[in-house]
């Protein structure tokens, strides 16, 4: 589980779009927050930013064409 003040830093109030959720995820990543293999939920994400899945999902496709 992610720290709630960790996103927040992390989104630093801007708007939640692909990117931005793609931005975050990417950092959460590659600090290690998540242990490698780890499912990221689309629905546990889109509660984190508030969001549809629409913008998730546009998100994770990105990170996976990355390597992430």
Excluded: C, Y
């Amino acid at each position: 589980m992610v720290p709630v003040s960790l996103l927040t830093a992390l989104r630093n109030n801007r708007p939640s779009s692909p990117e931005v959720i793609a931005d975050v995820l990417r950092s959460l990543i590659l600090r290690g927050n998540f242990a490698g293999g780890e499912p990221l939920r689309q629905d546990t994400i889109a509660k984190w930013f508030g969001v549809s899945h629409i913008p998730v999902r546009e998100a994770l496709r990105q990170l996976t064409a990355e390597g992430l």
